[in-house]
């Protein structure tokens, strides 16, 4: 594999706090954090069908750059996970797949010192400033319907074209709960 092929063009991590009775100042708050990477495109110039199992590391490559300083940006521990890829119109969502499947989950388990349940996935092709929901889930039960919630994520000015958008979501809670650990 080339790793040369990570063209890091963009690093954007996003906290989102969502006080719990609306005030601002009492209860526990819901925090959600988004890590954000923006490369080029590795894939541009491939044919349909072409073989991009070369480049399953980079997944995990990308994940280490962000998540441990959107660990640190939570005020407890993360309960939900998910990620995303918004792939710029030169692209096919087969490209934000093969950076999502297999290896992006590795650092996100590392960081959270596991996660049971599957890290829920979103792919689509977009323009410069479109937004893409990265869905989340409870890290350990993918049954417990209250934490099914999604982040919406949008970068101003990407994806470029020849972009791809990585997201790498983590929340206490989702929807009105917040985990208790």
């Known amino acids: ?49 072409d073989d991009l199992s070369d ?48 290896t992006l989950g590795k650092p996100i388990r590392a960081a959270l010192n596991g996660g049971k349940a599957i890290i829920p996935s979103n792919v689509k092709v977009g323009p410069m400033g479109a937004s893409i929901d990265v869905p989340l889930s409870h890290k350990d039960d993918a049954w417990s319907f209250d934490h099914l919630d999604t982040i919406t994520v949008s970068v101003s000015g990407s994806p470029r074209a020849d972009e791809i958008m990585v997201i790498v979501a983590l929340s206490t809670g989702t929807r009105a709960t917040v985990c208790q650990n």
Do not use: W
């Not at 962000?66 to 030169?90: F, N, R, W």
């Open 1 to 49: 594999m080339n790793m040369n092929r990570l063209h890091v063009r963009r690093i954007v991590t996003v906290r989102e706090e969502l006080p719990a009775n609306g005030d601002g100042r009492s209860g526990d708050s819901l925090v959600r954090t988004a890590g954000i990477v923006i490369i080029e495109n590795p894939f541009l110039g491939m044919k349909k069908g």
């Open 55 to 102: 480049y399953f590391p980079l997944g995990e490559t990308i994940g280490n750059l962000v998540i441990h300083d959107m660990v640190e940006m939570l005020p407890s521990s993360a309960c939900a996970y998910g990620k995303a890829t918004l792939v710029g119109q030169s692209g096919n969502p087969e490209h934000g797949a093969a950076l999502m499947h297999p």
